[in-house]
């Protein structure tokens, strides 16, 4: 069984900075693609970022609020870790990050529907102050 653990969220004013890690056990992570979500009070959860098995592949929530770069998904196989770093943040960007895995065969494929995935961790709260 796979299981999920977020960290590195709290509070953090307007433009500031967070580095969250999804920790993998039951698993290797190099055997399974990764993806961020986020969910703000009310809304649906919505795709961040992902990554695929070999990590040759990722992708970001289309939208041009992410064209600048401001989150960057990457993981560590020695440390079994996902990373999800997010630079100038904004209030907008306030709302609970989850970590999700599912199993692939595929080297570049990368996941970003709430349904592709199986496997999720239990959120950590990601708050911006203006």
């Known amino acids: 069984q796979v299981q999920l653990v977020e960290s590195g969220g709290g509070l953090v004013q307007d433009g500031g900075s967070l580095r969250l890690s999804c920790a993998v056990s039951?698993?290797?992570?190099?055997?399974?693609?990764m993806g961020w979500f986020r969910q703000a009070p009310g809304q649906e959860r919505e795709f961040v970022a992902a990554i695929s098995r070999s990590s040759s592949s990722v992708a970001y929530k289309a939208h041009a609020e992410f064209v600048s770069g401001r989150f960057t998904i990457s993981r560590d196989n020695a440390k079994n870790t996902v990373f999800l770093q997010a630079n100038s943040l904004k209030p907008e960007d306030t709302a609970v990050y989850y970590c999700?895995?599912?199993?692939?065969?595929?080297?570049?494929?990368?996941?970003?529907?709430?349904?592709?995935?199986?496997?999720w961790g239990q959120g950590t709260q990601v708050t911006v102050s203006s």
């Open positions: 999700a895995a599912r199993d692939t065969t595929s080297n570049r494929d990368t996941y970003y529907r709430v349904y592709e995935y199986p496997y």
């Open positions: 039951g698993r290797t992570v190099s055997s399974l693609a």
